[in-house]
Each structure stands twice: as C-alpha cells, then as structure tokens.
C-alpha cells in the first residue's frame, strides 16, 4: 500500500517538533559539547564561556527551525540570528588557513555530538521515532552547514567588493596643485564604476578644496571611445554645478583623432594638450604670473657637471 505525500508529511512533523523540544530542552548540553568542538573550540580562544554562550545561540536557532518544519530550507528565519554570527566563525577559521572545505567539515563535526544526547533520550535509541528524530536531526545540521557555506560566500563576494572599491578610489587620487586648483590623474581604461569614483572624489575634493578649476588629465588613458567620452562630459557637467571649472588635459595627437572619427562633439569641454597647459591656463585666470627661470650665467653652468 502506498503512503500519500499528505501522509508522509504528517510522520515528519512530529519528528521536527521533537528535535525542536529535544534542542531546547538540551540546550545547555548541546552548548557544552560544542565548546569542545574544533568550531568552537579554535575561534573562541580566550574563555571557553564564550564558545558555551555561541552555542547557545546556535542550538537555539536550530530549535527555531525545527519548530517552523524548515529544516532544508536555508532561508528560514530561525537562522537569522546567528547568520552573522556563524559568518564570522567560518571568516576566523579561514584567516587561520582553513580553507572552505575544512570549515565544511568541522560544522559537520557538531552532528554527532547532539546526535548521542538525542538517541539518549530513548529507551531504545534505535527504535523507529528515535531513528526519525536523527533523521530529522541530520537533515537539520545538513541545513546548518549549507547556511555558514552561503554566509562565507556572500561574505567572501562583500569583500571582494569593498577591496575593488578600495583599489579604484586608491587609482584615481585628486591631488591639489594650486589654491583652488585640484587634479585627477587618470590612467588605464576608464569603465562605468570607475567613473563613478571619479566623478564622486572629484567633486569631494571641490567642496573640501573649494576648488574654483579641476583638472581631468587623461594622459595615461590609452583610448577614448565614445563611453569614454560621455564619462568625461558628465564629469566636466557635475563640476561646473559644483561651481568649477573643468579642464580635460592629455588630449594626445592620435586621441584628437580618434575623437574626430568618431564624431564625438567636445565643443563645450574645455581641452588643453597637456597637464602643465591645464595648469598654467587655471592659474592665469586665477591672477597667478608664471615667470621663466633664469639662467644661472657660465659661471653657475661651469660648476655642474
């Protein structure tokens, strides 16, 4: 005779409510074999309360969830509490050199610790509710083992993220030249995030330098396509709100013609052939005389060598 999934179902369920009353009613058990976990045990190095109290923490989670019936689900609520925290254990083991599979492997170590104390709980621990209750059990920290494994890759992937951002705001630095002179030294090929770096430092600089002229120099740009292009002409256009006026610098013999071929219309953008062109033109219109040096005379060149 075959058994309906309705049916099915309601044999597991009292097995999810016993492992969720067994984890509470044990959870202090639970907590303590888990100190001496490797988990535990290597991250909480300072007081062994400490491991104690996350244990806790977790097995009270997992209570949650089992409670709830979700025990496959990773996105149940009952992890919430503890996902950060579980992210963070997983993130020490790593800085030790574990890699992800160790980590893996020692969430999976916690099984059979809780696993005796619930067979325990049986007069014959190996009798059919007892057997379903381990089942429901090692379903349940399968479940906690895929959960810290998503939380070290979603950790893994912010990193990752925060360091590029790092890497691209350290690649377009704005340097101040002058009084109310500032400069962004662009090198390398120019895409929408780092655009948008540039745009945002450049315009922090302005305020923070109140900056009357900003310099764009794209000597170190190897193309300009149009994207390039329309980066560059919303940057000049959010520093001219700010109140600036902005130079583009570094417009290179092959650049102007590439420029040409592509009909890309910089009409508006003020343009100068090199830095020190830029530099010279913001400091004029700033009232700043640049006189020639003089020489030092024979005399003066007899003594260099």
Not at 48 to 53: I, K, L, N, P, T
Not at 128 to 151: F, H, I, K, N, W
Not at 164 to 172: I, K, S
Request: proline residues 5%; aromatic residues 4%; charged residues 25%.
């Amino acid at each position: 005779m075959q058994v309906s999934e309705s049916e099915r179902n309601a044999e597991q369920e009292p097995a999810h409510y016993q492992v969720s009353a067994f984890l509470e009613r044990r959870r202090e058990q639970v907590a303590q074999r888990w100190a001496d976990a490797a988990l535990f045990r290597t991250v909480f190095t300072v007081s062994r309360d400490e491991a104690v109290d996350a244990g806790r923490s977790v097995a009270a989670a997992l209570a949650a969830v089992a409670a709830s019936g979700r025990i496959e689900d990773i996105r149940a609520p009952g992890f919430e509490p503890v996902r950060d925290q579980l992210g963070r254990m997983a993130a020490s083991r790593t800085r030790t050199g574990i890699d992800p599979d160790g980590v893996a492997d020692e969430v999976a170590a916690l099984r059979e610790p809780v696993t005796e104390l619930l067979r325990a709980e049986f007069p014959d621990p190996y009798a059919p509710d007892a057997q379903d209750g381990v089942l429901a059990l090692t379903v349940l920290m399968g479940t906690l083992r895929m959960v810290v494994m998503e939380t070290m890759v979603s950790a893994g992937e912010e990193l990752i993220a925060r360091q590029r951002e790092q890497l691209l705001e350290a690649a377009t630095p704005v340097i101040k030249l002058w009084e109310g002179t500032v400069a962004v030294p662009l090198i390398g090929t120019l895409d929408s995030a780092r655009s948008q770096v540039v745009m945002e430092s450049l315009l922090d600089a302005i305020v923070a330098e109140r900056a009357r002229f900003a310099i764009l120099d794209i000597t170190g740009v190897p193309t300009v396509d149009s994207l390039v292009a329309q980066h560059l002409m919303k940057t000049v256009a959010a520093a001219r709100l700010m109140g600036a006026e902005c130079i583009v610098s570094g417009i290179r013999p092959a650049i102007a013609q590439t420029i040409v071929h592509l009909g890309i219309d910089l009409g508006t953008v003020l343009t100068r052939s090199s830095l020190e062109d830029a530099l010279a033109y913001a400091l004029s219109r700033q009232g700043v005389e640049i006189a020639p040096l003089r020489s030092a005379g024979p005399a003066a060149d007899a003594g260099v060598r």
